[in-house]
């Protein structure tokens, strides 16, 4: 196992000693995992979704399909629009944006609702939650300088506890929110099942110096072995190497039901990177894939840049899909993001790109060069376009159900 200095040069010292009084304070001194990246991402005044130290964009440590322009925000609206119809158009119709970055997405859905769909526009109830308070803060900010959408539209900020059960007609959606859920870490030795936990060791070099350090344990909650027994993954089978190690995420599952527990009737549409649980959990992938990313650059150990870097893991598409069975949701489709937009029109717009006339003020060979290589990064199956697009139900009627909503007709 690995062992980091408390303060690698370029992490925040603040949240390490916070880290660190953590671990000093728990049974044992140490924490598991999940715990040490929930503080590292979490914390509410020094993780890296908490503070400035959160930069996405072409400026920052990653960007998202929001921050290629405008279109991936105006294709999910027309997914929108064709669930309402599917649902009898009603008013209110709450889009809830859970996990909404820097706002970008909630303010290309909005814009384009106002230019092409005013009538859906003035059904929407648009609620957005989120854990950050810096990201908060600038989706606030960013809507709130939109005057003409805000001036007779409902945007609101809440937690899940100021959600009653059962309320929500709408949508419910996250764009790349669940990879960032804190993960358990387990490692297979000796034929046992065991837990990966953080806690505080001198090093050898310099004695005074404590460093955040790797132990295996047992685990820390029987979940953790039901997990793979409920996916039918047999680790225990003798087909997986010595050491293998991979990651569980709970949290996605608790957010589910929580979800599911407030919807009423309508969707849930989740868009990440992850893998059928088959895959997620071959013998072959021995590492798991738990990934940081600094400045655009990606690495593995979490232990560097403590505060000031994005720590995620790839979704387990088979537990969503198992667990929303088990919060009564409905499985309506499961596809890869590149076929979705194509599907709501991806193709059409590159298309359309072929035909712009470039003597009109405001149009460059540049920028239509630009906007070309963005649609086709939206779709390309090397990237963005290879994340996955689950859509789940709640509600619906046998005709309703019946329906195949527009980005899942290819």
């Not at 609620?127 to 945007?155: D, F, N, Y």
């Not at 608790?254 to 071959?282: F, H």
Request: glycine letters at 8%; a negative charge; hydrophobic letters at 35%.
């Amino acid at each position: 196992m690995t062992a980091q200095q408390l303060n690698p040069n370029g992490s925040n010292s603040v949240l390490c000693q916070l880290i660190a009084q953590q671990i000093t304070n728990s049974p044992n001194q140490r924490i598991t995992f999940a715990g040490y990246m929930d503080l590292a991402l979490y914390h509410p005044q020094q993780g890296y979704y908490s503070t400035k130290a959160v930069t996405i964009g072409a400026q920052g440590d990653f960007f998202t399909s929001p921050h290629l322009g405008a279109d991936f925000g105006e294709l999910l609206a027309e997914q929108f629009v064709d669930m309402w119809r599917s649902v009898g158009q009603p008013s209110p119709f709450t889009l809830v944006e859970m996990g909404a970055g820097q706002g970008l997405l909630a303010t290309d859905i909005l814009q384009y609702l106002q230019q092409q769909y005013p009538d859906f526009l003035q059904a929407i109830e648009y609620v957005v939650v989120e854990k950050s308070p810096t990201l908060r803060l600038q989706q606030q900010q960013r809507l709130r300088s939109q005057s003409h959408l805000t001036a007779s539209l409902s945007v609101r900020w809440c937690t899940w506890e100021e959600i009653p059960p059962d309320s929500i007609v709408g949508c419910c959606f996250s764009n790349e929110l669940v990879d960032a859920f804190p993960v358990h870490q387990v490692v297979l030795t000796e034929g046992e099942l065991q837990e990966v936990y953080v806690t505080l060791t001198s090093s050898p070099s310099a004695p005074d110096t404590m460093q955040f350090a790797e132990v295996l344990g047992e685990l820390s909650t029987p979940q953790l072995r039901e997990y793979f027994d409920w996916l039918g993954i047999p680790l225990l089978s003798g087909n997986y190497p010595e050491g293998y190690r991979t990651e569980v995420n709970l949290a996605a599952l608790s957010w589910l039901k929580t979800v599911a527990d407030r919807l009423q009737q309508g969707y849930l549409l989740t868009i990440d990177y992850g893998y059928p649980a088959t895959r997620y959990y071959n013998p072959g992938r021995s590492e798991g894939t738990l990934q940081c990313y600094y400045q655009h650059s990606y690495h593995n150990n979490p232990y560097f840049y403590v505060g000031y870097q994005d720590i995620t893991a790839h979704v387990d598409f088979t537990a969503l899909e198992r667990q929303g069975d088990r919060c009564g949701l409905q499985q309506v489709g499961l596809i890869q993001q590149g076929l979705f937009l194509m599907a709501l029109g991806l193709g059409d717009r590159i298309a359309a790109l072929s035909h712009t006339d470039l003597s009109q003020p405001g149009e460059s060979l540049q920028a239509l060069l630009a906007r070309r290589e963005a649609l086709h990064a939206l779709a390309s199956p090397m990237g963005l376009g290879n994340f996955n697009v689950l859509i789940q139900s709640k509600g619906l009627g046998t005709s309703e159900q019946q329906k195949t909503l527009r980005g899942l007709s290819l």
